[in-house]
């Protein structure tokens, strides 16, 4: 949440922060602001409640005079509401200094007390203008914006990005952060700073991550990185693996419907280079060291919301083929219940931004405890994959729509394939059963592309159910997973009620919620590879149909004993019990974008949710 990016170069720094702030829109924000020091050396300010297109207003009725040094700001709301007043920048040292942040300072309250007592005032509600009069007033002592900096975040609890700039100091940006993403772009003649790449990837494709607790200093021509105690900081460039144009559009209605269409790709370019002569050997693993991985006795998968379905659904397929027992935290529940972690511990964390704070404060505590952690990630550079032992990364490219399509077979994916490297290092899956689960997962992407036909079929089926107030899923064994995948979309994108059960317990309880014309959808069960379930899902189809649910069935090409019990069938391409989850969500996921779109809602940017939750 909240996008942050700095510039300091030739170029025009209103158009380059503009810029950067669209590529970041997707972060999620209810404001937005930048602050410019213009040729005269003056800082100017503007910023507006609402959508990016109201500071592009505010500019255009109010234009700022350009210069060579600016930042700016999308904000998510959290201390105060969305208003002009408390939308980023915030202003101190009498108008002179500029300071926007990403994240939660926990103390805010004594510090503001302290500097009313001291006779400063406030014209927000923010946290973050604390910030900026703290840096004010200790810029007025030292006279220089990194040092005040490094006196001052001594003194702030909780987790911060923050970025300045003084009109005193024309062509310097300097950046703070702790437990909030920060990264440096490297240009010529110009440098940039950035909340992800995607701030400055038009620009330039060389990068460098800030770690934690670090404060940089940017000008046209030169980067520095110390500690917060001023200690210089060696720092490690990296090239970002996309350009600008996979960060747009493309002609597609939505990012949503764009990335939907990327799965192919985003599931073939996971498993690019990791896999060689019908063996899966994981490039990323091999430093980790094959004893250690071999001398693992339990997995703990840590993650949120739509990451979390997919630590679900890759726990079957780790335990079937690694033989290594799995469990599945939510991330912001793990650490505050004391679990029982030990040196045979390994923790993989799941995120496809790399920095969501309550699944990193997870993977720290968790090594605090001795544990080992693997992260699975889609972002370079990102904190998460920096504070783990090693990271398998993922390659679906951006993802711009805050609900994740692409990033969530991606994940299955990366996690399969750990599975099977896993599996051979250990020596649990004979060889030819290893061929054959690799065959398989080769075929994925192609299988995928087969389920994008449907998409006329459910767009038709969203349109029918438009008014429709609440929907259930239900799914077994890796289709559980998917249900609730399934259930979250629809919540996410079309503001309804939904829910995901495993359908085992429906006798148990929510059969209850069954009544005439409830939309039911069933992820059926394969009657190939899983005749021991298919029979019972199907026995559970005809148990809600008899009292009036609707069904609509997301099953294989050929699954004969649906048909008389289902009022709507998608098919899917037959598969392995394990890779049916790849095949099965894509329908759910078209099907909430499309229900979304029959209510008139932005399918890209659902309301209160942000891309990246980077406070806990």
Request: a negative charge; hydrophobic letters at 45%; one cysteine or more.
């Amino acid at each position: 949440m909240c996008g942050i990016v700095g510039y300091v170069g030739s170029n025009k720094t209103v158009d380059v922060l503009m810029g950067g702030l669209r590529r970041l829109e997707y972060r999620g924000y209810d404001s937005a602001g930048i602050a410019v020091i213009d040729s005269r050396g003056v800082l100017n300010t503007a910023k507006k409640a609402g959508k990016l297109s109201a500071l592009v207003e505010e500019l255009k009725a109010r234009p700022i005079n350009d210069g060579q040094t600016g930042i700016g700001h999308t904000r998510w709301a959290t201390h105060g509401a969305p208003t002009n007043a408390n939308s980023h920048p915030h202003l101190a040292d009498n108008g002179r200094l500029a300071l926007i942040h990403n994240g939660i300072i926990e103390n805010f309250a004594p510090l503001k007390a302290e500097l009313i007592a001291e006779g400063f005032s406030f014209e927000s509600e923010t946290d973050t203008e604390v910030a900026a009069v703290l840096l004010g007033r200790e810029y007025q002592r030292v006279g220089d914006l990194a040092e005040a900096f490094r006196t001052i975040v001594a003194r702030l609890d909780g987790a911060f990005t923050l970025l300045a700039v003084h009109q005193d100091q024309p062509g310097v940006v300097v950046g703070a952060r702790r437990n909030s993403p920060l990264v440096i772009g490297l240009g010529e003649g110009e440098n940039f700073l950035g909340s992800d790449v995607a701030a400055f990837v038009e620009y330039t494709r060389r990068a460098v991550a800030i770690g934690q607790d670090q404060i940089v200093t940017i000008t046209a021509d030169a980067v520095t990185v110390t500690d917060f105690d001023g200690h210089s900081v060696e720092t490690e460039e990296f090239d970002i693996a996309w350009d600008a144009s996979a960060s747009e559009k493309g002609g597609w209605s939505s990012f949503m419907a764009k990335e939907v269409s990327e799965q192919p790709d985003a599931v073939a370019n996971t498993l690019r280079g990791r896999i060689t002569d019908g063996r899966v050997v994981v490039p990323e693993l091999t430093e980790f060291g094959d004893d250690v991985l071999a001398g693992i006795r339990r997995i703990v998968i840590v993650a949120c919301g739509t990451a979390a379905y997919a630590g679900q659904t890759a726990k079957y397929a780790i335990e079937k083929w690694a033989q290594v027992p799995v469990d599945v935290e939510l991330s912001h529940e793990f650490r505050y219940r004391d679990p029982v972690l030990s040196a045979d511990t390994l923790v993989i964390s799941i995120s496809q931004s790399g920095e969501t704070m309550d699944t990193l404060m997870a993977v720290k505590y968790a090594m605090s405890l001795g544990a080992k952690a693997i992260s699975i990630c889609n972002t370079q550079g990102a904190t998460i994959p920096r504070e783990s032992d090693a990271v398998i990364y993922t390659h679906a490219g951006p993802e711009v729509a805050v609900a994740s399509t692409k990033a969530f077979v991606a994940q299955i994916t990366a996690l399969y394939l750990f599975a099977l490297h896993l599996a051979r290092v250990r020596g649990s899956l004979p060889e030819a059963e290893q061929a054959a689960q690799v065959a398989e997962l080769q075929a994925v992407p192609e299988k995928i592309a087969t389920v994008l036909g449907v998409e006329d079929e459910v767009r038709q089926l969203a349109r029918w159910m438009s008014d429709t107030r609440a929907v259930l899923f239900l799914g077994r064994h890796v289709g559980f997973p998917i249900a609730l995948e399934g259930a979250l979309k629809l919540k996410e994108l079309a503001y309804i009620h939904a829910e995901g059960f495993a359908a085992g317990e429906l006798k148990h309880g929510p059969i209850a919620l069954i009544e005439p014309g409830q939309p039911v959808f069933v992820v059926v069960p394969s009657p190939r590879g899983s005749a021991h379930l298919h029979p019972k899902v199907v026995s559970n189809i005809q148990e809600i149909r008899a009292r009036g649910a609707r069904i609509i069935a997301i099953a294989e090409v050929g699954d004969a004993a649906v048909l008389p019990f289902a009022d709507t069938v998608i098919h899917i391409p037959l598969a392995a019990p394990l890779f049916e989850p790849l095949l099965a969500v894509v329908p759910l996921q078209m099907f909430a974008m499309e229900l979304a779109r029959a209510k008139g809602l932005d399918v890209d940017q659902p309301r209160n949710l942000a891309k990246s939750v980077t406070v806990e």
